[in-house]
């Protein structure tokens, strides 16, 4: 594994583990429905952080593990800003990993 995939394999932690800490993590997934949403970011059916728990996270580990299907830009920011301003939690920790991911994936 390069270091870029180390470095973003860490990211995915971090931002699961603060998740966690500011309680925007579910025990229960969504209906599987809303997760087949067609929607960019799923926005019709689910909030910003179930779309991160549920579509963004699992695909980002398989695409880590396996080193494949990797995205050569990102710019998730903008929504994770707009989305969790909503949130009743202090998420400036959440949105600076988002912000590193988007820099990390979209830097050639």
Known sequence: ????????????????????????????????????SLV??????????????????????????TERDMPTTSDIYPLAEYSLQKVERNTQQLLQLIEQFDHLISRT
Not at 17 to 34: H, Q, V, Y
Not at 40 to 65: G, N
């Open 1 to 36: 594994m390069n270091s870029r995939i180390h470095q973003l394999a860490d990211l995915i932690l971090n931002i699961e583990a603060e998740m966690r800490g500011i309680a925007l993590w579910d025990s229960t997934p969504p209906p599987e429905e809303a997760m087949q």
């Open 40 to 65: 960019p970011f799923c926005h019709d059916t689910l909030y910003f952080h179930q779309w991160m728990q549920w579509v963004f996270l699992p695909k980002m580990r398989s695409a880590i593990e």
